[in-house]
């Protein structure tokens, strides 16, 4: 029965969703899952053993109130303890019980939990706002425009089938061609409202992306790009809307290709790779850019916001792709590369 007990609360802590200690009397890690490596940044668990819980985080201490650390039981609620400290980027809620254990009463189980720091949430429910916004300009606008350019193609199409005289054809031509042409853009307005008008649907996201990388890599390896992806062949289908997560690796290709023109060539580098982590499908699409400037880093998934020169871009690209990444209720987010360039990452979940 001891034996099956052990094994249970061990069990127990491996699959808790958050960082969990254990801790003997002098607060030294006896225990501690695998969420709590990822969380201070280790590569196991087991690298945790012994250490001094305010060590943990490495060079990112730990900071608990000197009454906990203590032992002093009349620093905690009924033998609880809670605290929210900063750590790194932002803040740790730490959450503690001290144990009732004949063999060391000192005992601890710690639970902590990485808390966004105030200012990043605050930013990220602006742009939410500001996107909710623009949703309403943008698609009133596209479905106005739509019908129009939907006459003007069809006609132009009656036409050019009708039409005998050369030149006539050819400027004929030149219109549907251009009629089509705003068709897209119209579209590329629709799917940055939230309204993609798809199911969803079972799909493999890293087959996705290798179509919209292996649409480009042509063209790219012409422009002296050398190509590298890394496509896990372990990651489930997930439930997705296929148009839109298409359309949402476009356009992150798209950029990192007309970024990646900017350098010389014997420099020009693209990465694309996929994998399965933590419950979650993990994506990063990454260049050796130029990057961009620190001071603009925060505008880039803001709507018609570019850093290409006036008339070359409508800077829809990110904004679309962030809205894309909301639907799916999944984060979106950028990473400077080291070396130079920038990295693009996404984290889906598996269902919306």
């Given at each position: 029965?001891?034996?099956?007990?052990?094994?249970?609360?061990?069990?127990?802590?491996?699959?808790?969703?958050?960082?969990?200690?254990?801790?003997?009397?002098?607060?030294?890690?006896?225990?501690?899952?695998e969420q709590a490596a990822a969380l201070l940044g280790t590569t196991a668990a087991d690298q945790l053993i012994d250490l001094?819980?305010?060590?943990?985080?490495?060079?990112?201490?730990?900071?608990?109130?000197?009454?906990?650390?203590?032992?002093?039981?009349?620093?905690?609620?009924?033998?609880?303890?809670?605290?929210?400290?900063?750590?790194?980027?932002?803040?740790?809620?730490?959450?503690?019980?001290?144990?009732?254990?004949?063999?060391?009463?000192?005992?601890?189980?710690?639970?902590?939990?990485?808390?966004?720091?105030?200012?990043?949430?605050?930013?990220?429910?602006?742009?939410?706002?500001?996107?909710?916004?623009?949703?309403?300009?943008?698609?009133?606008?596209?479905?106005?425009?739509?019908?129009?350019?939907?006459?003007?193609?069809?006609?132009?199409?009656?036409?050019?089938?009708?039409?005998?005289?050369?030149?006539?054809?050819?400027?004929?031509?030149?219109?549907?061609?251009?009629?089509?042409?705003?068709?897209?853009?119209?579209?590329?307005?629709?799917?940055?409202?939230?309204?993609?008008?798809?199911?969803?649907?079972?799909?493999?996201?890293?087959?996705?992306?290798?179509?919209?990388?292996?649409?480009?890599?042509?063209?790219?390896?012409?422009?002296?790009?050398?190509?590298?992806?890394?496509?896990?062949?372990q990651i489930p289908q997930c439930s997705v809307q296929p148009s839109a997560i298409r359309r949402l690796f476009l356009n992150?290709?798209?950029?990192?290709?007309?970024?990646?023109l900017e350098v010389p060539e014997g420099q020009r580098e693209f990465w694309a790779s996929a994998r399965f982590e933590d419950?979650?499908?993990?994506?990063?699409?990454?260049?050796?850019?130029?990057?961009?400037?620190?001071?603009?880093?925060?505008?880039?998934?803001?709507?018609?916001?570019?850093?290409?020169?006036?008339?070359?871009?409508?800077?829809?690209?990110?904004?679309?792709?962030?809205?894309?990444?909301?639907?799916?209720?999944?984060?979106?987010?950028?990473?400077?590369?080291?070396?130079?360039?920038?990295?693009?990452?996404?984290?889906?979940?598996?269902?919306?």
């Amino acid at each position: 029965m001891f034996h099956w007990a052990t094994e249970y609360a061990a069990q127990i802590a491996e699959n808790c969703t958050q960082a969990l200690f254990v801790t003997d009397g002098e607060f030294r890690v006896v225990h501690a899952n695998e969420q709590a490596a990822a969380l201070l940044g280790t590569t196991a668990a087991d690298q945790l053993i012994d250490l001094h819980l305010g060590e943990a985080g490495g060079e990112s201490e730990i900071q608990f109130s000197p009454g906990f650390i203590g032992g002093d039981r009349g620093s905690a609620q009924n033998g609880r303890y809670q605290l929210v400290t900063s750590f790194r980027d932002g803040n740790l809620r730490i959450d503690a019980k001290f144990l009732q254990t004949k063999t060391d009463p000192l005992s601890c189980l710690v639970l902590l939990t990485a808390v966004p720091d105030v200012a990043i949430l605050d930013q990220q429910f602006f742009q939410s706002e500001k996107l909710a916004a623009m949703d309403n300009v943008v698609a009133g606008v596209a479905h106005e425009l739509n019908n129009p350019m939907t006459a003007i193609l069809g006609y132009s199409e009656l036409l050019l089938a009708t039409e005998t005289n050369p030149k006539r054809k050819q400027r004929i031509a030149l219109i549907a061609e251009e009629a089509d042409r705003c068709g897209k853009i119209i579209a590329n307005m629709l799917t940055f409202t939230r309204s993609f008008g798809n199911k969803l649907e079972l799909a493999d996201v890293g087959t996705l992306l290798e179509e919209m990388v292996s649409l480009h890599a042509y063209q790219m390896r012409i422009d002296g790009i050398s190509v590298h992806t890394a496509l896990s062949d372990q990651i489930p289908q997930c439930s997705v809307q296929p148009s839109a997560i298409r359309r949402l690796f476009l356009n992150i290709v798209h950029n990192a290709h007309q970024a990646l023109l900017e350098v010389p060539e014997g420099q020009r580098e693209f990465w694309a790779s996929a994998r399965f982590e933590d419950g979650m499908i993990r994506i990063e699409i990454a260049d050796s850019g130029p990057g961009i400037a620190e001071e603009v880093r925060y505008k880039i998934f803001d709507p018609f916001f570019t850093t290409r020169p006036f008339g070359e871009g409508m800077g829809l690209g990110l904004s679309v792709a962030y809205g894309i990444v909301h639907e799916h209720c999944g984060k979106i987010w950028m990473d400077p590369r080291e070396g130079g360039g920038t990295a693009i990452k996404i984290d889906l979940p598996l269902e919306k």
